[in-house]
């Protein structure tokens, strides 16, 4: 298994300003991923974050808006930029561990 | 491309009644994962099980049971003898095998289970 942690567990945002949600897992993984997970709706994958290159962006999110660092196999960070009341979501960091996907705690932003 | 219907928004029972939350799938891979999550109210996923394409054996643990056909593309799961800790949102989810290696996961639209004393 995999025991993920993610700061911060919760925010409230003005709207126009940035946040950075950091992700740590307790032993090293190839793969991570970031979902979003808007009230009440099911989970959407943002990216796939890759170590030592630029994440892989699913349709519909791009680089600009959700600039993701990768440094090394146990971190990452995704960073929710220019943020409106629309991105209010819970974000969670989620990790293959080879045989089965591990989510963390979640981020709930809260944008006014 | 990958798709997974849960077609049942909402089930509400009472507890101790029998319950199936339906998963139907969509996928040109000829080998990928499919997995349950179980999501609390308290927010965090749980996962439950994770089945391999190449395995169709239904599989049981505890009270839960799954049961896995490869020719309606289905996945579902039976929870016996519900009880109100039961009560929770259900993720169905779809994995591409890549290496050997479960991948980014597709999710369905999730059921939500109410178990009323």
């Known amino acids: 298994s995999a025991v993920i942690s993610q700061k911060p567990s919760r925010d409230i945002c003005q709207r126009g300003t940035s946040l950075t949600i950091q992700c740590q897992v307790d032993s090293q993984v190839t793969m991570m991923f970031w979902y979003r997970q808007q009230p009440g709706q099911s989970l959407t994958l943002i990216a796939t974050a890759n170590q030592g290159s630029e994440a892989t962006y699913e349709s519909g999110f791009v680089i600009d808006k959700f600039p993701i660092s990768r440094p090394n196999l146990t971190f990452s960070t995704l960073t929710v930029s220019n943020m409106s009341p629309e991105d209010s979501s819970i974000y969670l960091c989620?990790?293959?561990?080879?045989?089965?996907?591990?989510f963390g705690p979640g981020t709930r932003l809260t944008v006014l | 491309a990958q798709k997974v219907t849960q077609a049942q928004t909402e089930i509400s029972v009472v507890e101790k009644e029998d319950v199936t939350l339906d998963c139907v799938y969509e996928t040109r891979d000829t080998t990928y994962y499919l997995f349950w999550y179980k999501q609390p109210p308290s927010g965090e996923l749980v996962f439950l099980i994770r089945?391999?394409?190449?395995?169709?054996q239904n599989e049981i643990s505890g009270r839960y049971s799954w049961n896995f056909q490869k020719s309606t593309s289905s996945f579902n799961f039976t929870i016996t003898a519900s009880q109100v800790v039961d009560s929770a949102v259900y993720f169905c989810a779809l994995s591409r095998r890549i290496s050997g290696n479960t991948g980014k996961l597709i999710f369905g639209q999730g059921t939500t289970l109410q178990v009323k004393p």
């Open positions: 989620s990790v293959s561990t080879g045989t089965v996907n591990f």
């Open positions: 089945r391999n394409s190449f395995d169709e």
